[in-house]
């Protein structure tokens, strides 16, 4: 099996941390400023069953320079092309303006959405549920996973999920 994955979500979510980690290799420049990534990074991930790559796309997450018509076409079509999208939020914040702003990108769009939460070794686990639900009401997400990128908690059931659907 094989497939493309696009990572997408606000700035400073852990988008780059996460590309980091499931190619083992410093390849996407992690920073607190969310300009600092400005092409699509692609890392591949070969193991016994699947070949994964992963595209970081940290251009489209800007409301403060909404992208332009032509360019949001190209954006939407980047998504039409890959197997799984990858909607990454931060777990430790609530649902704010520049996520609902990539989740509206999203709207119409046949690929399956995962729902990524990021930044779980900030969250205390009773309160996970609450979280999931309060971005179940926003998308139909074809799978809600939490992870700690930086951690790499539940990291591997993730890639699982992926590979489910290539
Ligand atoms: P991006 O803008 O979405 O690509 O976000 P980055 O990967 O650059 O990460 C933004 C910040 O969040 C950095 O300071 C990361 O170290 C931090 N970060 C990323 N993942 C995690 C995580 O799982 N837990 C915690 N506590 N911090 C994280
Ligand atoms: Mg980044």
């Known amino acids: 099996k094989s497939g493309f994955i696009s990572i997408i979500g606000r700035p400073n979510v852990g988008k780059s941390t996460f590309l980091n980690r499931v190619v083992g290799q410093k390849i996407a420049i992690m ?8 092409n699509k990074v692609q890392g591949v991930v ?24 032509f360019m949001l076409k ?8 890959v197997d799984v999208l990858l909607f990454v939020v931060s777990a430790a914040d609530r649902i704010g303006k520049q996520d609902r702003y990539v989740l509206d990108m999203l709207k ?10 990021n930044k779980i070794d900030q969250v205390h686990p009773d309160n996970l549920p609450k979280i999931v ?11 809600a996973i939490p992870i ?10 993730l890639l699982a999920k992926i590979e489910e659907r290539l």
Do not use: C, W
């Open 108 to 117: 119409g769009i046949d690929v399956p959405v995962f729902l990524v939460l």
């Open 31 to 38: 920073s607190d400023k969310p300009q600092t990534t400005r």
């Open 133 to 143: 639900e309060s971005y179940r009401n926003e998308f139909d997400f074809a799978e």
């Open 74 to 81: 190209v954006a939407k079509n980047t998504f039409r092309e």
């Open 46 to 69: 070969t193991n016994e069953n699947s070949q994964m790559v992963f595209i970081d796309t940290p251009g489209i997450n800007e409301p403060k320079h909404k992208l332009g018509d």
């Open 148 to 157: 700690s990128a930086l951690q790499g908690n539940n990291v591997e059931n």
